[in-house]
Nanobody
């Protein structure tokens, strides 16, 4: 089993910054892509950013130039540095990872989600 645990959410004023972390643990052979999604009240879950195992990154249009995704492969951890935060960034942020696990004598790719961390941008 694999667990993803997010941390770093909270309340911040507009224009402020927060750094989210997501640590993966459990029966992990390797982690392929990792990413962040968010869901605001009454809205569908939205993709925010992703990073491959080689460090290639992609961002949603609404966060380009403000958010930076990074990862520490030795710690199985992905980060999301959020700068110039706006009230519309308020949401629950979820970590997602594609993980290779060794099951029944074979390697399988499984997708996992964290439990989410609340980010509120308000004055």
């Amino acid at each position: 089993q694999v667990q993803l645990v997010e941390s770093g959410g909270g309340l911040v004023q507009p224009g402020g910054s927060l750094r989210l972390s997501c640590a993966a643990s459990g029966s992990i052979f390797s982690i392929n892509s990792m990413g962040w999604y968010r869901q605001a009240p009454g809205k569908q879950r939205e993709w925010v950013a992703a990073i491959t195992s080689d460090g290639d990154t992609n961002y949603g249009d609404s966060v380009k130039g403000r958010f930076t995704i990074s990862r520490d492969n030795a710690k199985n951890t992905v980060y999301l540095q959020m700068n110039s935060l706006k009230p519309e960034d308020t949401a629950v942020y979820y970590c997602n990872a594609d993980v290779s696990v060794y099951v029944a004598a074979t390697f399988k790719s499984r997708n996992y989600w964290g439990q989410g961390t609340q980010v509120t941008v308000s004055s």
